[in-house]
């Protein structure tokens, strides 16, 4: 007896991808989530082309109308200069990013998925795995809305329930120190004079004015939202010495305090809530992907871009990935069939991200030295054509054949790397 074809476990942006393009193909996808819609996420809630892209194949409308700021590109603050860089002009990906704030693209993403067949309930966690005889994953334990215990049955199971990766936790799967991860705090500010900024702007350097001028470990944030409010933050890798010994919220408003008064980030009375933080898990930190039965997505498995910190074009492109290789899984007639299938998952995840990853996983160590940090930042960003360079491998945008002469460095620099 099976309750669906699959069970995706979170309706986060990896959950809702997976379960719309499953269902699209006719199969019956049940998605158990343990919050209920609207609910925050901490996040910047920006987009990059990469996820521009996904929404579109999701038939999801980006018009500014429908609630969505587009930005043009991305400019960068480090080494006394302001740099904008326009995201670049490929055929495979759009020409725009977006913000919205998780609040409502979180829901609406499941909307969407479940417009198109999916089964969702809302209030339910799941709390494990249940195994067959030979250890394979045919199902989920979960808590219902009154907290009684329930179990439903599926022959496959997609995990997406993020950072925290309870799911794979219990079956083992395990976080790997030897990859990077980061910690970032975000806070929404009204700010009439920044909410609409056509560019999402990153800071290579932050400063302080407490006790004179100061350097801050980490990267900063101010993506206008549209609504009259920015999500500004910042963020510190583990490759940082004060990684784990910082208070990032502390950092965050020493930071905001030495920023010019008419953008209102300098005054606490212009904040909209507290500032609040999360982990980023980077460049494949959680393996296997594909395991007894159950395919990790997005955050769970990893899957931040350690370049930039994007996770949810990561999520989205995974979610979509998974689905493609369940449809053929589910297509073949004996259980050895389905497996061999399904571990084209992790193979294709390999080899579409793992160059790039390992290149990050190098990227996030050496950035971590703060003088070799400010050498590259003063020499580097008065370049402009150095900087398109740069904003086309952090933003992980070239096109994948052919492309200028940028885009086939990028690609055989990720060929040649060995997978993460
Ligand atoms: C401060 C910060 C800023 C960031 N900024 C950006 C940004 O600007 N752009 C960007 O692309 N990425 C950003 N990221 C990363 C991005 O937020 C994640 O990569 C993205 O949310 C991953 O999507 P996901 O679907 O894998 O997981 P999630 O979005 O975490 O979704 C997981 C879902 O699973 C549910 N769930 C968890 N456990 C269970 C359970 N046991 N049972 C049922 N449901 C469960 C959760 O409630 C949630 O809805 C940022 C992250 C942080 C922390």
Redesign the pocket.
Known sequence: MTDADVIV????????TAAYHLARHGFNVLV????HFP?E????????PR?VKQLIKMGISTDSEKGWLPNKGLRIIGGGIRLELDWPDLSSYPGYGLTRT?LDF?QLLADTAVDAGATLKTG????GPVLDDDGRVIGVH?TGEDGAPQTFHAPITIA?????A??ALTMGINKRADRPIG????QYFRSPARHDDEYLESWLELRSKEGGDTLLPGYG?I?GLGDGRV?V?L?VLNSSVAFGKTNYRRMLGEWLAATPDDWGMNDPANADGEP?????PMGFNRVPHYSRGVLL????GG??NPFN???????MES?ELAADVIVQALGRATDVERDRTLALYPAELKSRYGGYYRLGTLFVKLIGNPRLMRVATHHGVPHPALMKFVLKLLANLTEPRGGDAMDRVINAMTRIAPAA
């Open positions: 476990v979170g309706a986060g942006p990896g959950g809702s158990l989530e343990k919050t609910r996420k901490v996040c910047g809630d920006g987009l990059t996820a998780r979180d339910h966690t799941v709390t979960a997406a329930d993020g950072v925290s309870r799911f910690v970032a705090v975000r944030w993506f999500n933050g963020g609040q933080g999360a982990a980023l997505v997005g955050d769970c899957m931040v910190g994007e996770g949810i074009a990561y999520a979610a």
